[in-house]
């Protein structure tokens, strides 16, 4: 392996333990390593824009890569990259747009942390600017149509899967054992959040039953997704990917924290719901039930000021001090302004499918 001459952040001894597994899983004569520096974004994990000539084997030739890691700390949530890869590899053959999964190394004596190595895809992810881009005006409705079907081809794959056994089992209740789990996180924080509470127990008295459990992505938004001249060319960031109730995806999607200030542009700040709606259920054949996509949406934003506290307590705790980590913790007032509004909007909606 040759040493290459980019900007190399992590350290020469990082830069070797990646060509050293990269030399060895492509079966390459020889490896140089040109640039490797952290990615804008991934609060929760790590990614480096990899680029690296390969001299023969299957890659030969010059390869721009993503490297993804554990950050130095993170959510509960998160899955493993090892199962995350997993996760990734099944959308990939699915046939999903995804960054083409390559490798992964569970041995974290390489560079410190287990880590895996994906295809680089063209396109910008960042929401605030997706949102506002004009350039994007003309095709905004059939862009969110597009991330309506791949949502839809998603949530084809079912329980079980031969290749996601390191999945936790799917629940009987989505609903019940969403909130147990953030319940579960709460209490694992340390002040008091009664709004929050609160919020928790409307979902618990409202909960309903599942007509089917699938394979959700659960962090399905603006900002997880590339957009390549108008066209989505990515889906991106699979770590909290699990089996659930396919309308928590789609309603995690149109939630208002995740419109980035486009309000009255219901589906992700980017376009309207009934496009949205209307790729997935012309993908899916099946109709959403649009009576309770309200209360996901209230579970979205619970979930959403929950780990909002949690990023916030990774920077208070000295786990990991970052300025993006504590300004995310001071957006939590207006997440609970945002519960007690959306329960207000929908307090008479008895939801009759609860048990």
């Known amino acids: ?34 640039a490797l520096e952290r990615l804008s ?4 994990q790590e990614n480096y824009a990899l680029d690296a000539h ?43 747009k995804v960054p083409e999964p390559l490798w992964a190394c569970a041995d974290d004596t390489l560079i410190g942390r287990a880590f895996y190595v994906m295809r680089r895809l063209p396109g910008d992810a960042r929401g ?13 409705e059939s862009l969110v149509e597009h991330l309506g079907e791949e949502l839809a081809r998603l949530h084809a794959i079912e329980p ?15 609903a019940y054992s969403r ?39 659960c962090d399905y938004r603006t900002g997880n997704y590339l957009v390549e001249q108008g066209e989505l060319s990515g889906i991106l960031d699979w770590e909290f990917a699990s089996w659930s109730d ?41 109709t959403i039930n649009r009576e309770l996509i309200p209360y996901w949406e209230v579970m979205a934003t619970v979930r959403w000021a929950i780990i909002a506290l949690q990023q916030g307590h990774r920077h208070t705790s000295g786990e990991e001090t970052s300025l993006e980590l504590a300004l995310t913790g001071r957006m939590v007032p207006e997440m609970e302004l945002d519960i007690l509004m959306q329960i207000e909007t929908v307090k008479e909606k008895a939801f009759d499918h609860a048990p």
């Open 179 to 217: 909130i147990q789990e953030y319940r579960g996180y709460l209490d694992k924080l340390p002040d008091p959040q009664p709004t929050l509470e609160w919020g928790l127990r409307w979902l618990e008295r409202k909960a309903p039953t599942s007509d089917e459990v699938v394979l959700c992505h």
């Open 41 to 44: 974004g991934g609060a929760v």
């Open 54 to 96: 390969f001299s023969g084997g299957s890659m030969a030739g010059r390869q721009e890569l993503v490297l993804r890691t554990d950050a130095p700390s993170g959510v509960a949530a998160s899955r493993s990259r090892a199962d995350e890869f997993a996760v990734l590899k099944v959308a990939w053959e699915a046939g999903l």
């Open 246 to 286: 396919p309308l928590e995806d789609i309603a995690w999607f149109c939630a208002r924290c995740w419109r980035f200030g486009q309000w009255h542009q219901e589906a992700g700040g980017m376009g309207s719901r009934e496009a949205f709606y209307k790729g997935y259920e012309r993908i899916s054949g099946k």
């Open 1 to 34: 392996m040759n040493g290459g001459n980019g900007d190399v952040p992590l350290g020469e001894e990082l830069s070797h333990g990646v060509g050293a597994f990269l030399s060895e899983v492509s079966d390459c004569d020889s490896l140089e390593i040109i």
């Open 160 to 174: 079980p899967h031969p290749e996601l056994e390191g999945l936790p089992q799917p629940p009987l209740s989505p």
């Open 128 to 140: 605030h600017k997706l949102v506002r881009d004009p350039d994007l005006d003309a095709v905004r």
